[in-house]
């Protein structure tokens, strides 16, 4: 009988060996495991955890559409007229004209001239960054950027420049480097950062692509239906929607549904839809995700201005609230003219990993959850207990919490301090 061969190293050896292995197994020993906590009911202010209530202060469901009867309505009005699914990709038979009704009011609202929809926000960022972008080009990128972004810089193979999060004075040093590489050069930035909630620069940093001559994107899935006067995000709200070459969406926050978008040139949009790889080689999203995409899309360009503003005094509340406990938050930046700008994402600093995750637990036994942001998500040493916000929180649901963590941090005296 001959021996079986083996490969000089095990490729499994890495998910064997891994070195967070003792951490994690410590966390399940104890239940302390902050993720895939199972969720028993529909997604609102409190839900149902794991058999019980639970004050909900960690979803990105920031305008509460998931329980709209109109999107609920678009949902099941789809799912009747094309079935579940479509089983086919969007280039061959997977196209309905609710995706073209959708890519059509989605270009209205971002005011550019074509829009694309992709089947995830993942597959969006993952498939325009790695079309657009080839060997010789250079990508400038925030180090708080979505890791769907760095990911498709890696595919495109792009050289990376990442500069340090928020600071222009990295960007402009990146943007002067870029100068020799002697391709394209792209920049990418979040609108709102998703774990830190705070904005970036963009004043700023239109002013440096424009003097080096780069081309800007901008991801938009935590400003879009959040922030501007039609919620078309952070490039609305600092009023250089035109200075914005592309614009990147997701449905999965304010949308509530699931799917994402690019929004731009039609030439640049045409382009991808017969080159991006996770668009022409993907499924296309299933109809009744489509449809409840497309009916809260229409109940944010009619009922928006109500619900933004609901949504952010939910969230500057808590924030004060926080703040008024003693709690280092980070906040969220300024405009131009020195307005404070409010973001969903309201996040407390706890700095050591371990501690974020005892203080996540405790707080969810007392029956508020948060999300808790850990290496590598965050900087080694900054990890945090991210909140975020609803237009459908009351503000007997935050006073509740609040009270609940004031009683929880207690227990916790080596909690940074503002």
Not at 10 to 23: S, T, Y
Not at 84 to 106: A, F, I, K, M, Q
Not at 112 to 140: F, H, K, M, R
Not at 345 to 366: E, I, N, S, T
Request: aromatic share 6%; with cysteine.
């Amino acid at each position: 009988m001959s021996e079986i061969a083996k490969a000089p190293v095990d490729v499994f050896e890495k998910a064997r060996n891994h070195d967070r292995l003792e951490q994690l197994e410590a966390a399940k020993e104890h239940d302390l495991l902050p993720y895939f906590r199972l969720l028993t009911s529909q997604a609102g202010p409190v839900v149902e955890m794991e058999g019980r209530e639970t004050i909900m202060l960690g979803s990105n469901n920031y305008l509460g559409l998931t329980g709209d009867d109109r999107v609920k309505q678009g949902a099941r009005d789809a799912l009747e007229t094309y079935g579940t699914g479509v089983t086919g990709s969007r280039l061959l038979n997977g196209t309905t004209p609710l995706h073209l009704d959708l890519e059509r009011e989605l270009a209205e609202w971002m005011r550019t001239e074509d829009a694309i929809v992709y089947t995830t926000g993942y597959q969006s960022n993952l498939g325009c960054i790695g079309t657009i972008l080839g060997p010789g080009d250079t990508v400038i990128c925030d180090s708080g950027d979505h890791a769907s972004i760095l990911d498709g810089c890696r595919l495109s193979g792009a050289k990376l420049r990442p500069f340090r999060h928020n600071r222009m004075d990295k960007l402009e040093k990146m943007l002067q480097r870029a100068a020799e590489d002697g391709g394209g050069v792209l920049v990418i930035v979040d609108g709102v950062f998703s774990m830190e909630g705070d904005v970036c620069n963009l004043p700023r940093i239109v002013e440096l692509c424009k003097a080096h001559g780069a081309r800007l994107m901008v991801d938009e899935a935590h400003g879009a239906g959040v922030l501007g006067a039609r919620g078309a995000g952070a490039c609305e709200l600092f009023g250089l929607e035109d200075e914005v070459d592309l614009r990147m969406g997701t449905f999965s926050k304010s949308l509530a549904s699931c799917g994402g978008f690019i929004a731009g040139p039609a030439d640049v949009i045409e382009y991808l839809r017969i080159t991006s790889r996770s668009f022409i080689f993907s499924a296309s999203a299933v109809p009744a995700a489509v449809g409840a995409a497309l009916a809260a899309l229409r109940v944010i360009r009619e009922d928006g201005p109500e619900l933004f503003e609901t949504l952010l005094a939910n969230a500057e509340y808590l924030r004060e609230g926080l703040r008024h406990l003693g709690l280092q938050v980070i906040e969220p930046g300024t405009l131009p003219d020195g307005t404070t700008v409010t973001t969903p994402v309201v996040p407390v600093v706890v700095g050591d990993d371990w501690q974020a995750v005892l203080l996540w637990k405790a707080l969810f036994d007392a029956g508020v959850y948060t999300n808790v942001a850990i290496h590598p998500a965050v900087p080694p040493g900054g990890a945090l207990l991210r909140t975020s916000l609803m237009a459908t929180h009351e503000r007997e649901h935050l006073d509740d919490a609040l009270g609940t963590i004031a009683r929880t941090i207690q227990d916790f005296p080596d909690l940074p301090r503002s």
